[in-house]
């Protein structure tokens, strides 16, 4: 059992560039997310899904995007890197429905912007 | 919306010591409380809090909620330096997005 798979692990950039960050899940759950952290900054959402076709908008959304063509997978893509776009990546899923979203978390993505 | 305030962000202690941990927040639909610890790498789950299970414990580790004053706080106690960890407050309100508190950095040193 996988649980949550990202990748790369690390990338490194040139302003301008594109590139998609991948995650991958096997716990068929319905709920995925990603989220980037910084120093002093704790986790913030930048976009979220509760199933496949189906996305939103979290606290820092603007770069990014993503899509959700099925269950397990949820790419998080950025058109033309920024220097701004400088942090570690994670995704997480978890299970969604009247109860709490404990979420599980990939090992996380660390992007440098030159 | 949602709102996470943590505090402090970051704490220094000696092995032995009891520390704990702040989170208030605010919510317009209240489902659920979370803490995570985080070292190295991912966060890892350690409490949920929500309106029917307000105390948990887990050896040194234990958390309350309090619904009247919008707080939670992390207790531990007779601290190790394997405590020391980004410590995480994260809210569930109406929607299924979890939103996270900026952490508190805890230190113990031997």
């Known amino acids: 059992n996988a649980g949550v798979t990202q990748t790369p692990k690390f990338q490194v950039l040139k302003t301008g560039q594109s590139m998609t960050l991948q995650c991958a899940q096997d716990?068929?759950?319905?709920?995925m997310s990603w989220y980037r952290q910084d120093p002093g900054m704790g986790l913030r959402l930048i976009h979220y899904?509760?199933?496949?076709?189906?996305?939103d908008q979290g606290e820092v959304p603007n770069g990014y995007n993503v899509s959700r063509s099925t269950t397990e997978d949820f790419p998080l893509r950025l058109l033309s890197a920024a220097p701004s776009q400088t942090s570690v990546y994670f995704c997480?899923?978890?299970?969604?429905?009247?109860?709490?979203?404990?979420?599980?978390f990939g090992a996380g993505s660390r992007l440098t912007v030159l | 919306e949602d709102k996470v305030v943590q505090s402090p962000l970051s704490l220094v202690v000696h092995e032995g010591d009891t520390v704990t941990l702040n989170c208030s927040y605010e919510?317009?639909?209240?489902?659920?409380l979370l803490w995570y610890k985080q070292e190295k790498k991912a966060p890892t789950f350690l409490f949920m809090l929500t309106s029917s299970g307000i105390e948990k414990k887990s050896g040194r580790l234990s958390s309350i909620l309090d619904k009247k004053e919008l707080f939670s706080i992390l207790n531990i106690t007779a601290t190790q330096t394997g405590d020391s960890a980004i410590y995480l407050c994260?809210?569930?309100?109406?929607?299924?997005?979890?939103?996270f508190g900026k952490g508190t950095k805890l230190t113990v040193n031997p």
């Open positions: 997480a899923s978890g299970r969604q429905g009247s109860g709490a979203n404990v979420l599980t």
């Open positions: 919510v317009t639909n209240f489902r659920s």
């Open positions: 994260a809210l569930q309100g109406g929607s299924e997005k979890l939103v």
């Open positions: 716990m068929n759950h319905e709920y």
């Open positions: 899904s509760v199933g496949a076709g189906i996305t």
